[in-house]
């Protein structure tokens, strides 16, 4: 369903049809399953972001003020999933918002730059496949502590005691806040998918 619907946002086929389900088909079912609750709304932004920016679409263009409102809706709407969750400790709105928005980076370009998202290597005389000693097979890019530290630097927190103070508490709210994600992703397909069987 994942695949199927990440292809009809970014379709620019909205041709109908009695007979076989149409990425408008699936348009319209992801447009009606957000109705129930948040996690599904915040489920259907982040597609929405995902797919747009992957595939460069028209909806992409920095300064676009739709896509940039999407990306704040769904930065917002994570932090405030996350606001009062039991396992995390408190942290300030400005804080959480540039969390939100980090973790929100890292799910969008999760695919591992030196092999595509493969896993694998070819070598340069295409005689043997070996696996990507980046992301050892895992298809997943990996981001470093260093990556993190440059990111909340720039929004504002100080570099040199951020690691000491408030490291361990924004790791525990990014790993809250990316299974999130996850959540909200698999609510927004399998409303989907409900919503297409009932009509």
């Known amino acids: 369903m994942k695949e199927r619907a990440q292809r009809a946002m970014g379709s620019s086929d909205l041709?109908?049809?009695?007979?076989?389900?149409?990425?408008?088909d699936i348009l319209t079912a992801m447009g009606w399953s957000d109705r129930h609750?948040?996690?599904?709304?915040?489920?259907?932004m982040l597609l929405l972001i995902k797919t747009a920016t992957r595939s460069r679409s028209l909806?992409?263009?920095?300064?676009?003020?739709?896509?940039q409102?999407?990306?704040?809706?769904?930065?917002?709407?994570?932090?405030e999933l996350c606001r009062n969750h039991q396992d995390v400790k408190p942290i300030r709105r400005n804080r959480r918002d540039v969390?939100?928005?980090?973790?929100?980076?890292?799910?969008i370009h999760d695919a591992c730059p030196d092999c595509t998202g493969a896993g694998e290597i070819k070598r340069e005389d295409n005689s043997v496949v070996i696996t990507c000693p980046a992301c050892k097979g895992g298809k997943k890019r990996r981001y470093s502590d260093y990556e993190r530290m440059e990111v909340l630097a720039a929004g504002g927190e100080p570099t040199p005691g951020l690691k000491a103070k408030y490291y361990a508490t924004f790791e525990r709210a990014m790993m809250v806040m990316a299974g999130t994600i996850g959540l909200a992703e698999r609510a927004k397909l399998r409303a989907t998918a409900e919503m297409l069987e009932r009509y």
Do not use: C, H, Q
Request: no cysteine.
């Open 59 to 67: 909806f992409y263009i920095p300064g676009n003020d739709v896509y």
């Open 15 to 24: 041709g109908w049809s009695e007979v076989t389900m149409k990425d408008v």
């Open 99 to 107: 969390l939100a928005g980090l973790v929100i980076t890292e799910w």
């Open 69 to 79: 409102a999407t990306v704040t809706g769904a930065r917002d709407a994570l932090s």
């Open 37 to 44: 609750s948040d996690l599904e709304a915040l489920g259907g």
